[in-house]
């Protein structure tokens, strides 16, 4: 959720917004052809609302900490033994070819996760790799065309990825095609626009909306935002920057029927490099971020009125997280930063039932700039990041 090189978010940039176009439609895996005559891509972000995941997910339930059983027999005597349940807990999976952070993660249709892009400190990687959950291992796979940062990467209903955008040492208009089956990355039709810390979502007819980024105009140019899909396939664009020190409460709906944009209720905290997250009952929760300080307040968007009402307070302010959404409903938020120098290892679940947030197993190693990924089979994966000193190699297990 947040241009330079360095470590430190996006944010500082002064450079200035960009405007919005989409993609009409989706290659088929043998052409490389552009994906329309209009472009803007995207995908939903790093930011975006997560997919909803399967029902074997390790989180079907948030553990009760203590269970209490009282054990008796025809004597007099009675004792009363505790059990603890076993918390969910991180455990490390191999390690990533490169350390990098400010990359993209993508699902791919055979279950492995495709890390691309990003930096390492030292150079705009062009590097990509795949990550097999059955094995824990990863690979290495076919190199971008171009090294790239702050981009958005969408997985296509043709099984393709969609890179797009981003920056390196000059803002982007280029999008790649990554092939699975051959592990080749092929350009494809460029942008209209320069642009990075952008989003992009999957619309229902396979066409694919790039919003906003730094170098736009929606109602409000913004960057370092976030795109939720509604249940009616609308997207709901929340927050952002516009400016070093402009900070947004407004918000907007991309009718993908009509191509247009209209303003919706603004949320009741200005906010950017929030996380967004559709929930089951097709709400959509925005959490934390920053405005002229970091945040642990969290709002609920109703599609049904258009407005916005608080939730409960997140433990710990934070911005550049991530949120995945399990099986369950729950929310989980992970990492982020509390401040430019200090990278969280905390991590917390959202019950949309109670509207409560509760504190759940650190990190192995605390990140920001990081990505999370819920597997097939119910485990988040974390990858890369920043914590602060080094940019991170390691990746781990929820």
Request: glycine fraction near 10%; include cysteine; hydrophobic fraction near 30%.
């Given at each position: ?9 996006s944010?500082s ?7 919005t176009?989409?993609?009409?439609s989706?290659p088929?895996?043998?052409s490389?052809s ?10 939903t972000s790093?930011l975006?609302?997560?997919?909803s995941?399967?029902?074997t ?6 553990p ?8 008796s027999?025809?004597s007099?005597l ?8 076993e ?5 490390a999976?191999g390690s ?5 952070h400010?990359h993209t993660?993508?699902?791919?249709a ?7 892009g990003g930096?390492?400190?030292?150079i705009?990687l ?10 824990g291992?990863w690979?290495?796979?076919g190199?971008m ?5 702050y981009?958005t990467?969408?997985t ?64 409000a ?9 509604l ?11 516009n ?15 009509t ?14 490099g ?21 945040l ?14 608080t ?5 710990v ?7 995945s959404?399990f099986?369950?409903g ?13 990278s ?28 999370a ?10 990858t890369?990041?920043y914590?602060g ?5 390691s990746?781990?297990?929820?």
């Amino acid at each position: 959720m947040t241009s330079t090189s360095s470590s430190t978010s996006s944010l500082s940039s002064t450079s200035s917004l960009s405007s919005t176009s989409s993609l009409s439609s989706t290659p088929s895996l043998s052409s490389t052809s552009s994906l329309s005559s209009t472009s803007s891509l995207s995908s939903t972000s790093s930011l975006s609302s997560t997919p909803s995941l399967s029902s074997t997910s390790s989180l079907s339930s948030t553990p009760s900490l203590s269970s209490t059983s009282s054990l008796s027999s025809t004597s007099s005597l009675s004792s009363t033994s505790s059990t603890t349940a076993e918390l969910p807990k991180w455990t490390a999976t191999g390690s990533l070819n490169d350390a990098r952070h400010l990359h993209t993660a993508s699902t791919l249709a055979n279950g492995s996760v495709l890390i691309a892009g990003g930096w390492n400190g030292v150079i705009y990687l062009t590097s990509a790799e795949l990550y097999n959950p059955l094995t824990g291992t990863w690979t290495t796979t076919g190199n971008m065309n171009a090294g790239r940062q702050y981009h958005t990467a969408t997985t296509l209903a043709n099984g393709l990825v969609l890179v797009a955008g981003g920056q390196n040492n000059g803002y982007l208009t280029s999008a790649e095609l990554y092939n699975p089956l051959t592990g080749i990355w092929t350009y494809t039709g460029s942008m209209n626009f320069v642009r990075y810390s952008h989003t992009a979502s999957m619309l229902a007819n396979g066409s694919v909306l790039v919003a906003g980024g730094y170098n736009g105009s929606l109602n409000a140019a913004r960057a370092v935002h976030t795109a939720s899909t509604l249940v009616n396939g609308s997207i709901l664009v929340a927050g952002g920057q516009n400016s070093v020190s402009a900070y947004l409460d407004s918000v907007e709906l991309y009718n993908p029927t009509t191509g247009t944009w209209t303003i919706t209720g603004s949320m009741n905290v200005e906010r950017y490099g929030h996380a967004a997250s559709t929930l089951t009952n097709g709400s959509v929760l925005v959490a934390s971020g920053q405005n002229n300080g970091y945040l642990t307040s969290a709002e609920l968007y109703n599609p049904s009125t258009g407005n916005w009402t608080t939730t409960g307070n997140m433990n710990v302010s934070r911005q550049l997280h991530t949120a995945s959404t399990f099986a369950n409903g729950f929310i989980l938020v992970v990492g982020g930063q509390s401040s430019v120098s200090n990278s969280l290892s905390s991590v917390e679940l959202y019950n949309p039932s109670t509207g409560t947030w509760t504190t759940t197993a650190n990190l192995i190693n605390a990140r920001r700039c990081h990505t999370a990924t819920v597997l097939p089979n119910g485990k988040v994966l974390v990858t890369g990041g920043y914590n602060g000193v080094s940019y991170l190699i390691s990746a781990e297990l929820y």
